[in-house]
């Protein structure tokens, strides 16, 4: 079965700080990995997605993201966080045979402070 | 390109009546569409799997009699919460998979059901 954990509820940063939202993945096959982005009381964005091509996956509004095998990792990072992307983001993980059924991670909220 | 739509945003019902959501692919087709449902401060959980023109796949624990979905062409699924009690209150989300190259979800912007 495959799952993912996002590790801490909560992320506080400073305007301008690097933002970094881990997220970790089990998988028995090589999977496809995802990180969406939710604003309150609305659907979810995506905001980059790894298929096994690039390792260093650049996704929209200057997030990146870095598929590490040897570490089951697909973290999330932004070097320079804007207040704008104070939300929710998800880590979520499908098999790669194409997309189809997302496990989604419990999220993570980050908050960006002036 | 790659709309999904929900209607209603939001529809707050009495208990014991049947409320029914659309999700609809406004600019490609959707072989496939999925219905998610998020507790607050919590992670979407998917509910079921429907492609066009075949029944539905619930996930496990997800009471198909409670939860209907029909997806009767490439571009609209339904869910329809029958019989709704407070518990059923929830953020529900629908998501389509495009036919074609694409093969991504793209994701609605959610409806809230609230049950009194």
């Known amino acids: 079965a495959q799952s993912v954990t996002q590790l801490g509820s909560h992320v506080s940063v400073s305007e301008g700080a690097l933002v970094l939202l881990r997220c970790n993945y089990s998988s028995s096959v090589p999977p496809y990995l995802f990180w969406y982005v939710q604003y309150p009381n609305q659907g979810l964005q995506l905001l980059l997605k790894?298929?096994?091509?690039?390792?260093l996956v650049k996704g929209i509004n200057g997030f990146e993201a870095e598929f590490k095998k040897s570490e089951t990792s697909f973290h999330l990072t932004k070097p320079s966080a804007h207040m704008s992307d104070a939300a929710e983001y998800f880590c979520?993980?499908?098999?790669?045979?194409?997309?189809?059924?997302?496990?989604f991670g419990t999220g993570t909220r980050l908050l960006v402070s002036p | 390109g790659a709309v999904v739509s929900q209607h209603p945003s939001w529809v707050i019902c009495k208990s014991g009546t049947s409320v029914k959501i659309e999700c609809r692919s406004l600019?490609?087709?959707?072989?496939?569409m999925f219905w998610y449902r998020q507790f607050p401060k919590q992670s979407l959980m998917l509910m079921a799997t429907s492609n066009e023109g075949s029944k539905a796949t619930y996930e496990q624990g997800v009471e198909k009699d409670k939860f209907l979905i029909n997806h009767a062409s490439l571009t609209l699924s339904t869910l329809t919460v029958t019989s709704a009690h407070p518990e059923d209150s929830s953020f529900y989300i629908c998501?389509?998979?495009?036919?074609?190259?694409?093969?991504?979800?793209?994701f609605g912007p959610g409806t809230r059901l609230t049950v009194l």
């Open positions: 998501s389509a998979r495009e036919r074609g190259l694409r093969n991504e979800q793209f």
């Open positions: 979520a993980v499908s098999m790669n045979t194409g997309f189809q059924k997302l496990v």
């Open positions: 790894y298929t096994s091509a690039a390792t």
């Open positions: 600019d490609f087709q959707a072989t496939t």
